[in-house]
């Protein structure tokens, strides 16, 4: 069992950075991949960021070249660096996990967070 404790969100203003974090539970978190979904109001859930127990980092378009995602093993924690926040990047940021590979859809993760609220305003 894997417990994850997102921290990190809060309200920015366009074009500024925040910096999520996701505390991990348990002794094998080196062999989880590591997501970041988020899901804003009305929306569905959708794939930020993930980086898999090799190292091997995925990002969706939207936030290529903006965000940032990293793990420190050692720390059993994963980070995700947001710089150059838009509007549309308000949403309450999930941190997710699961063995090894990275997957985009959330049917394919075992386990959640509670959630951190990011609102950034124009």
């Known amino acids: 069992q894997v417990q994850l404790v997102e921290s990190g969100g809060g309200l920015v203003q366009a074009g500024g950075s925040l910096r999520l974090s996701c505390a991990a539970s348990?002794?094998?978190?080196?062999?989880?991949?590591m997501a970041w979904f988020r899901q804003a109001p009305g929306k569905e859930r959708e794939f930020v960021a993930g980086?898999?127990?090799?190292?091997?980092?995925y990002y969706a378009d939207s936030v290529k070249g903006r965000f940032i995602i990293s793990r420190d093993n050692a720390k059993n924690t994963v980070y995700l660096q947001m710089y150059s926040l838009k509007p549309e990047d308000t949403a309450v940021y999930y941190c997710?996990?699961?063995?090894?590979?990275?997957?985009?859809?959330?049917?394919?993760?075992?386990?959640w967070g509670q959630g951190t609220q990011v609102t950034v305003s124009s």
């Open positions: 348990g002794q094998t978190f080196s062999t989880y991949a």
């Open positions: 997710a996990a699961r063995l090894k590979i990275i997957f985009t859809t959330t049917t394919q993760y075992d386990y």
């Open positions: 980086v898999s127990w090799t190292d091997m980092l």
